[in-house]
């Protein structure tokens, strides 16, 4: 597996299914190493004046999609920070390849059962339209390899929070020595 160089003081890039906790774990590893938490889908947001749901229903995924790409590429520039990656990031293989050479990239899984209960009641994911569970299937179907690149997985299924900031945080300074 492909490691970053210099890890230290390098990004930690958390990819993953929408409802694996990546804003949540990447909130209390900022807090822990003292890094800026940067949330691409929030960065993306504000840049267009609108909300993700907004930018999906009135300009498409496609446009979505660059979007996400442009401001990944931008964000990556910098060294240091918390990187909570939209969960289709992955999609582009150009972004995974960004994506390990500007960082440690952390896989954050979870079985459907806890997705679907993490994420059943958020209006605000455009992929959730119509039955939860059956998006959340079908989105996991058809992503089940595209996270593979990552330098680490951690299953958030039956962990904490705290957990698994912790087990982040000594894979990151495990892999940069």
């Known amino acids: 597996m492909h490691q970053p160089k210099d890890l230290l003081h390098s990004n930690i890039i958390l990819v993953g299914m929408m409802g694996t906790g990546k804003t949540t774990v990447g909130t209390l590893l900022a807090d822990l190493l003292q890094y800026p938490l940067v949330d691409i889908d929030a960065v993306i947001a504000e840049s267009e004046g609108m909300s ?5 229903a009135s300009k498409g995924e496609l446009y979505f999609r660059e979007l996400e790409s442009q401001m990944l590429a931008k964000v990556l520039e910098q060294k240091g920070q ?3 990656t939209g969960g289709g990031s992955v999609l582009r293989d150009t972004n995974c390849q960004l994506m390990t ?3 440690l990239v952390v896989c954050l899984t979870a079985d459907i059962d806890h997705i679907v209960q993490r994420v059943g009641g958020d209006d605000n994911r455009p992929l959730l339209a119509g039955d939860t569970y059956e998006r959340v299937s079908s989105i996991m179907e058809q992503r089940k390899h595209a996270y593979e690149f990552a330098h680490v997985t951690v299953d958030t299924s039956l962990l904490n929070p705290d957990e698994v900031a912790t087990h982040v945080l000594t894979r990151y300074r495990v892999q940069a020595f």
Not at 52 to 56: E, G, S
Request: hydrophobic residues 45%; aromatic residues 10%.
């Open 101 to 103: 050479n500007k960082g």
């Open 52 to 56: 993700v749901q907004d930018i999906f």
């Open 82 to 84: 918390i990187v909570s």
